[in-house]
């Protein structure tokens, strides 16, 4: 057993060259990285949200931030929630749960609530009236308020379950504007079902309604009604182009200010093998012009507009900060562009759309312990930008290209006697550990040396994961070309890295390029002769019946020749494909 103190580390690290050089030959399987760019914070009964199904999200013109749920209305300060009975002092102010919410220019609060109609809350937030609607005309449900959205200057638009009616601005009576076709209703319909989904006003005046059975427009005269589309919508935005985004059952569609087509934007291409495709329930738009669109089974997305490259949020509820759900359906970007997430069954999440500061990987492999493998208490980056991984659970190699962990822990043993004591304990490399386990081997010929000392003496190749493991030993001293002084950082397009890399490819039959990766990771200035390393190269092409592979100096792109003359090693697959 070899034993020391911290601050003999440094000492022994210097010692272990080689033991290093060996642990690069144990190369694992790779695992995919749980990837974290945003952090969601949960606001729920811990910051006193009473009930976790969120109806709807508004921000008013104070700042404060409205959240209704299926057990009250409430409204979030910053630090906690406060519910509408407690600012007014009375309770079953709202007699059933709001679902849609509007603000006046004066400040008042318009609350549409599931059967009992519509509600408005003073400006000083201390009174609640009911505002009489003419009865829905042949409604089961004539109390229930889908949507609502003020116009300046014009009044309070409604969505019920029978059509569109305004409340004039001047305090005039309700009146209905759209009328919708009735929907039959069947005594075995159950739940909690909306007609209309959202409401939008465009730059014209327009009005647009998105419902379960079509689109609608009103013009901004409120002289005509009209169907724009038969297939439904479930979420609407206008942004500061004038630009109207759908989101509807086959995805999200644009139509842009002065056309009439809207046209299907995103998903690029259907995709009948993934479930969670392409009902856009939810739309919000961040203030560099993100938009975020939740799907209707899936995840929570944030797309470029101009490019439409969209990229999912992964779902991981064993990870803290990232979201627990698939399916959300309430989104809102409030004034200081922070993003409002509202979901069925945990309460409300918020992050900034921006991102967080810091991107979060972790191991969470179920083959190992994710709790010891992720508490991480040293690291040192590899030439190739992987980075070394000490962790409580043992070593680790995270590759950020491929976002990718492997684990090293089967490859060392703890010396003879060694007990765990609090100290650095330095472990040996397992002797029985094979790297080179493959559908394909060659090893046992006579190594094949190139001009600067290194020789490939073994290799391996695994069809499944595309693996093409390559072992290799320093024989005498290894001649690396001398690097010209370069100030650090080297000057734009100045190459200041090791001038040694190893190439691997993969060809056809006829010797035709099919894929290729390049690269030495190990530090080449502390191999010395006896030394043996290997390292993994991933490729991956149908058709593929050769391997080809040998040294090169990256700085000029010359090849270095073996002792007979070669500039390169091909191997034969022998694979059928």
């Known amino acids: 057993m070899s034993k020391g103190k911290p601050d003999t580390v440094t000492r022994l690290l210097r010692q272990a060259s080689v033991v290093l050089a060996l642990v690069l030959a144990l190369i694992p399987a790779l695992t995919q990285a749980v990837v974290r760019d945003y952090y969601f914070r949960t606001l729920d009964s811990r910051q006193g949200l009473l009930q976790n199904t969120v109806t709807a999200l508004f921000q008013d013109r104070e700042g404060f931030v409205w959240v209704a749920t299926q057990g009250a209305l409430h409204r979030f300060d910053g630090y906690s929630f406060v519910t509408l009975e407690t600012l007014v002092g009375q309770e079953n102010v709202l007699p059933s749960f709001a679902q849609a919410l509007a603000e006046d220019g004066q400040g008042v609060l318009y609350v549409g609530t599931l059967r009992d109609g519509l509600f408005a809350v003073d400006a000083e937030r201390r009174r609640v009236t009911p505002i009489a609607l003419t009865p829905a005309q042949g409604s089961p449900a004539a109390g229930q308020i889908d949507a609502l959205l003020y116009q300046p200057g014009v009044g309070l638009w409604v969505a019920r379950t029978d059509g569109i009616g305004l409340v004039p601005e001047d305090a005039g009576q309700y009146r209905r504007i759209l009328a919708f076709e009735p929907v039959p209703i069947t005594v075995a319909t159950t739940g909690i079902t909306r007609t209309v989904n959202a409401m939008a006003l465009d730059g014209e005046g327009q009005v647009w309604i998105a419902a379960g059975h079509g689109i609608y427009r009103i013009a901004a005269d409120q002289g005509r009604a009209e169907r724009y589309s038969v297939e439904g919508a479930r979420a609407l935005l206008l942004d500061g182009a004038g630009t109207l985004w759908i989101g509807s059952p086959s995805g999200l569609r644009r139509k842009p200010a002065g056309s009439d087509l809207a046209e299907v934007v995103w ?4 995709r009948p093998a993934d479930g969670s495709c392409c009902e856009v329930i939810a739309l919000a738009q961040s203030a560099d012009g993100t938009l975020w669109l939740s799907v209707n089974g899936g995840n929570l997305w944030h797309m470029d507009p101009d490019t439409r490259d969209a990229v999912p949020i992964p ?15 309430r989104l809102m970007i409030d004034r200081s562009d922070l993003l409002w997430v509202g979901s069925h069954v945990r309460g409300v999440v918020t ?6 500061a810091f991107r979060a990987v972790f191991d969470m492999d179920p083959a190992r312990d994710p709790l010891t493998g992720n508490v991480v208490r040293s690291l040192i980056e590899g030439d190739d930008g992987s980075l070394w991984l000490g962790t409580q659970g043992g070593l680790r190699r995270y590759e950020p290209l491929r976002d990718a962990f492997e684990s090293f822990d089967a490859a060392f043993v703890p010396l003879t006697g060694a007990q765990p004591s609090g100290d650095y304990v330095l472990s040996r490399v397992d002797p029985a550990f094979d ?7 060659w090893a046992g010929e006579a190594p094949v040396c190139f001009s600067d000392g290194l020789c490939w003496t073994a290799a391996s190749w695994d069809e499944a994961s595309g693996a093409l493991t390559l072992e290799w030993r320093v024989e005498g001293d290894l001649q690396l070309p001398e690097m010209p002084l370069i100030s650090n950082p080297p000057p734009p397009g100045v190459y200041a890295g090791l001038r040694l890399a190893v190439f691997a490819q993969l060809l056809d039959a006829d010797g035709g390029f099919l894929a290729g990766d390049d690269g030495l990771w190990v530090d080449a200035q502390t191999l010395r002769a006896g030394d043996v ?3 993994r190269h991933y490729l991956s092409a149908p058709g593929a019946a050769i391997v080809s592979f040998g040294l090169y100096d990256p700085m000029t ?3 270095l020749l073996t002792d007979d003359g070669r500039d390169h090693i091909d191997l034969e697959l022998g694979i059928k494909n």
């Open 557 to 559: 792109g010359e090849r």
């Open 435 to 441: 790297p080179l386990a493959g559908d394909r081997r």
């Open 315 to 329: 779902v991981n509820p064993w990870v803290q900060g990232m979201l627990t759900e698939v399916g959300l359906p």
């Open 351 to 356: 992050t900034p759309a921006a991102g967080t």
């Open 267 to 270: 998903p690029h291409s259907p």
């Open 533 to 535: 390393f290997a390292q």
